[in-house]
């Protein structure tokens, strides 16, 4: 069980970082359709998805009992997805980010009311910490946000946390993370393809590059959370998702010349302060 919550630990820091480095290349994909960006996200983790399901000769079917589950996974996930990236296109930043970082959130409230997974205080102050935090790191100004664009954003983080909810609920009933993904990916494509077929917006070579690697990096992300949240709990491991902002904050440095001021750092130590003050906890609940 132990093992089991450090490998939880370790996947969602590594979706982590695949996330942040996602959203690195949309926003260096520039002025293109959110559903678009979202449609080659899709495509490239569904034929990861493929080829690793192929490799380890995994069914392409599901448990019957599972199917409810992949679908609201998928549902959430792709209404997370395309309003993440509205978010990106309307809001600064900032702002869509904060909005998004929303779903660890979500997951450890809809662990505790649709798979009954116990939070415990110090859980749940952990959790709120890191939050708080978060809000440090990318300092949000509600008063000059549009009002329709950050209820997308919003809905985004609530979409995402209720579709990792249910990636737990479906690996907990024996379903291989792979097919999860597959399913999720083949789901997203099929409901954004007519929009592409009508309203293709033309790519320079810079813009396609930018959006493979988004891909490439959604796939990691997706494969990384979906790993996570079938070895522990969002209650013990959905802190460490906040990581994605000290992520962010690297990358944007290292390749946007981007430095972080004196409330941002004060943001990472909170953030940090929060993941091991949970990691901590729960060692001393399992002794």
């Given at each position: 069980?132990?093992?089991?919550?450090?490998?939880?630990?370790?996947?969602?820091?590594?979706?982590?970082?695949?996330?942040?480095?996602?959203?690195?290349?949309?926003?260096?994909?520039?002025?293109?359709?959110s559903?678009?960006?979202?449609?080659?996200?899709?495509?490239?983790?569904?034929?990861?998805?493929?080829?690793?399901?192929?490799?380890?000769?995994?069914?392409?079917?599901?448990?019957?009992e599972?199917?409810?589950?992949?679908?609201?996974?998928?549902?959430?996930?792709?209404?997370?997805?395309?309003?993440n990236?509205?978010?990106?296109?309307?809001?600064?930043?900032?702002?869509?980010?904060?909005?998004?970082?929303m779903?660890?959130?979500?997951?450890?409230?809809?662990?505790?009311?649709?798979?009954?997974?116990?939070?415990?205080?110090?859980?749940?102050?952990?959790?709120?910490?890191a939050f708080?935090?978060s809000?440090?790191?990318?300092?949000?100004t509600?008063?000059?946000?549009?009002?329709?664009p950050?209820?997308?954003?919003?809905?985004?983080?609530?979409?995402?946390?209720?579709?990792?909810?249910?990636?737990?609920k479906?690996?907990?009933?024996?379903?291989?993370?792979?097919?999860?993904?597959?399913?999720?990916?083949a789901?997203?494509?099929?409901?954004?393809?007519?929009?592409?077929?009508?309203?293709?917006?033309?790519?320079?070579?810079?813009?396609?590059?930018?959006?493979l690697?988004?891909?490439?990096?959604?796939?990691?992300?997706?494969f990384?959370?979906?790993?996570?949240?079938?070895?522990?709990?969002?209650?013990?491991?959905?802190?460490?998702?906040?990581?994605?902002?000290?992520?962010?904050?690297?990358?944007?440095?290292?390749?946007?010349?981007?430095?972080?001021d004196?409330?941002?750092?004060?943001?990472?130590?909170?953030i940090?302060?929060?993941?091991?003050?949970?990691f901590?906890?729960?060692?001393?609940?399992?002794?």
């Amino acid at each position: 069980m132990e093992k089991k919550r450090y490998k939880g630990i370790f996947y969602i820091i590594c979706s982590a970082f695949c996330f942040a480095l996602m959203n690195v290349f949309v926003r260096a994909a520039g002025d293109l359709p959110s559903i678009q960006k979202s449609f080659f996200r899709n495509v490239v983790a569904l034929v990861s998805a493929f080829i690793i399901m192929r490799k380890n000769q995994i069914p392409f079917r599901c448990r019957r009992e599972n199917f409810k589950y992949l679908l609201i996974r998928s549902v959430c996930g792709t209404m997370g997805i395309l309003c993440n990236y509205y978010a990106i296109d309307h809001l600064v930043l900032s702002d869509a980010s904060m909005l998004n970082k929303m779903s660890p959130f979500f997951a450890v409230i809809f662990s505790f009311l649709i798979l009954k997974e116990r939070i415990d205080i110090p859980q749940a102050l952990c959790v709120a910490g890191a939050f708080l935090g978060s809000l440090l790191v990318i300092k949000p100004t509600f008063s000059n946000m549009a009002l329709a664009p950050s209820l997308v954003g919003l809905l985004g983080g609530l979409g995402a946390g209720i579709a990792y909810t249910y990636v737990r609920k479906a690996t907990l009933n024996g379903e291989k993370g792979p097919l999860i993904v597959c399913f999720f990916s083949a789901f997203s494509c099929l409901v954004t393809l007519p929009f592409i077929l009508f309203d293709y917006e033309p790519m320079t070579a810079v813009q396609l590059l930018s959006l493979l690697g988004a891909g490439m990096s959604a796939a990691g992300g997706q494969f990384s959370i979906t790993a996570a949240y079938s070895y522990a709990p969002a209650r013990e491991i959905s802190v460490y998702d906040y990581s994605q902002v000290i992520f962010a904050a690297g990358l944007g440095f290292v390749i946007f010349g981007q430095i972080p001021d004196a409330l941002s750092w004060l943001g990472y130590a909170v953030i940090c302060t929060m993941a091991v003050v949970m990691f901590l906890y729960n060692n001393r609940k399992k002794e």
